[in-house]
């Protein structure tokens, strides 16, 4: 396949099928994952899909600078701030400033114990999705995402 410059447009029309359009699938597919998540969570726990995401991202670490965990989850900036609030007053995470004055988060003891009742269950929902591709398929997906991502930055900064 030829690689054109996208930021060319050209007169000649798109006849691709919607169902063959790599970003249409993608996003349906992100829609139904994501419905299917907040379900779980808000039927499980009563918090939401960011909110799970901030107690993944800590998951492994003891305090995060909150700019790591929006860098970690893609989680908007004002979205993120609005999540700290809620999940501080539900104590499910601490947030202070550090030396630095720059804002710190860390879970705590009932935001560990959420997690841990949540994981399984979580992780028991992504092992079924991806149980129907093998490991040399699951590989590949990766690679591929990994490629896609390259390659949307690189197109980010020509646009």
């Keep these: 396949m030829q690689d054109t410059d ?29 419905a299917q998540a907040i379900r779980i969570l808000k039927e499980r726990a009563g918090i ?3 909110e799970w995401r901030v107690l993944a991202a800590l998951a492994t670490r003891g305090e995060v600078p909150a700019a790591e ?24 995470i601490t947030s202070h400033l550090d030396a630095s004055n720059q804002r710190t988060l860390a879970k705590t003891d009932r935001g560990r114990a959420l997690f841990q009742e949540l994981s399984p269950l979580m992780r028991q929902r992504q092992d079924y999705l991806m149980n129907c591709l093998t490991d040399a398929e699951q590989d590949a997906l990766f690679e591929a995402f990994d490629r896609l991502e390259d390659r949307a930055r690189r197109l980010e900064e020509q646009i």
């Design 6 to 34: 996208p930021t060319q447009a050209t007169v000649e029309a798109y006849d691709v099928p919607l169902d063959r359009m790599f970003t249409y699938r993608l996003a349906r597919l992100h829609a139904l994952l994501n």
């Design 48 to 50: 939401s899909l960011a």
């Design 69 to 92: 965990i929006i860098r970690l989850t893609d989680v908007d900036k004002s979205q993120l701030s609005r999540n700290i609030k809620k999940m501080v007053e539900r104590g499910l």
